[in-house]
């Protein structure tokens, strides 16, 4: 009997061996059409699935008998394609020939002298948690990347404390994870991608006598295997600056929920070095009012400057927060379930002097402010100046808030009254332009007769509307 539609037929037990291996060795970096041509076979030989990317390899245990260098990513389409009636033939030039009904497929191999040997560590000692280890190690990955400008960029360390560290020049992250660990050893961000992408915890682990490769090991006999960059690699001063860093601060704060839908909603309007700007109740992307986004949140009451995109990486994982300083700069340091991290707060930008009324079409009649350093080299906020009147906006009244300035709470702690006395936003559109006050319609047959989204721009000059 066929098997249903949109089911996938029954497999024979020897390719669904095959195929849980080359899933499974597929957590190693995908090879690129640059790739060496071993990068894009697996050589199976012994009982065992290897595939290498040049710095990590993966192995997994298969049938036994099984031998050849076949192409990886066609032998799992060939095997996806097959029933409970498989056929595995090796012909004289390597190549696997997969049969199965009226399926035929010729993976092509590549010869036995071109195989680069790569054989696991020895499982020398157990790991008491696996599953924290894992997740300590995919945090403080969360930092770095492959293509970091140097090696410190673009690796973990083990730490002889049961923990895990990053850092990519202007963050530390440390990720406890309780197992006794070889200490000191640098491991490329590739080995920690590849653990997460395996998505099970390792029993065991091992090291080469040189300490040049480090191998974790699956309850299943499969393993992931990493070359090791030297300890010169990561300096002591990075470790010792941190644990300068983690332990000057103030007291730390709960993140307010809003902390992290602020940013994200004010990321996209940031320049390209993805400045927030922090004061208390205020968080902006520009220095000037006039450019950019802000959103008044009470919640937040810090005074920093940060990467917004660096304090993203923290969303997850962070639960508390606190500002500290270094050497005269700013810190934000973070703490979660046993993770904790420094990034570096940026050099702060001083408001512009009010000394002209902005033009039509930014912030409009709101506090100007200014900022001056204060002894300790940080940044305090000095009283608002007197507003600015926008001249093209003159009395208008009734704009509406913006953002999450608009949310009852929040109304009801700036103006002191009851939550249920706040008064529901008000329903209008307002549109402004650079000669007049601003037209306000009501949502309702007017604007649905005679507005519709996007229809303005046919009625610009065609300088204007492109």
Known sequence: MAPRKGRAPAKNETAAGLINALKFVGVIKPPTTTSMPQHHHVWLNLGQAIAFD??????????????GYPHAKLLLEALDNTDKNFVLTVRENGAFEIQSGKYQALVP???????????????????????????????????????G?????SAVRLTDSGSVMATDGGTIIEAYHGNQTPPGIILPKQFVTAMVKAGKAPVGMGLKHDWSTFTVWYADGSWLRTAVYPADTWPNEVTNGFADLISNHG????????????????????????????????????ADPRV???LDVAEIPVNIDIDGKRVLLF??????????????GSTMVFYGDKVRGVIAGKAPQADPEPTQQPQAGGWGNEPQTTVQADAGGGWAMTAP???????SWGDKVGIPAHG??????????????????????????????????????????????GFSAGGWLDTLPKDQGE
Not at 118 to 131: C, E, I, L, S, Y
Not at 149 to 153: A, F, N, P, T
Request: charged residues 20%; negative net charge; hydrophobic residues 40%.
């Open 54 to 67: 040049g710095v990590v390899a993966a192995g997994h245990p298969i049938e036994d008998g099984i031998a």
């Open 109 to 147: 191999a590549l010869p036995y002298d071109q195989v680069i040997p790569t054989q696991p560590d020895m499982n020398q000692a157990a790991f008491t948690d696996g599953d924290a280890f894992v997740k300590a190690m995919e945090a403080a990955g969360k930092i770095v990347t492959e293509s």
């Open 149 to 153: 400008d140097v090696v410190l960029y």
């Open 251 to 286: 007291e730390p704060m709960e993140i307010p929920p809003k902390l992290w839908t602020t940013i994200n909603t004010l990321l996209p309007f940031t320049d390209d070095e993805k400045r927030i700007i922090i004061r208390p109740g205020l968080v902006r992307t520009h």
């Open 292 to 294: 950019g986004a802000k």
């Open 315 to 328: 969303e997850t994982i962070a639960t508390r927060y606190a500002i500290g300083s270094y050497h005269g």
């Open 385 to 391: 100046a007197q507003p600015q009147q926008a001249a």
């Open 404 to 449: 999450l300035a608009n949310d009852p709470e929040y109304e009801s702690e700036r103006q002191g009254i009851p939550i249920e006395e706040v008064p529901g936003p008000v329903e209008e559109a307002v549109i402004f332009t650079d000669t007049d006050l601003g037209i306000s319609l009501s949502w309702g047959e007017t604007i649905q007769q």
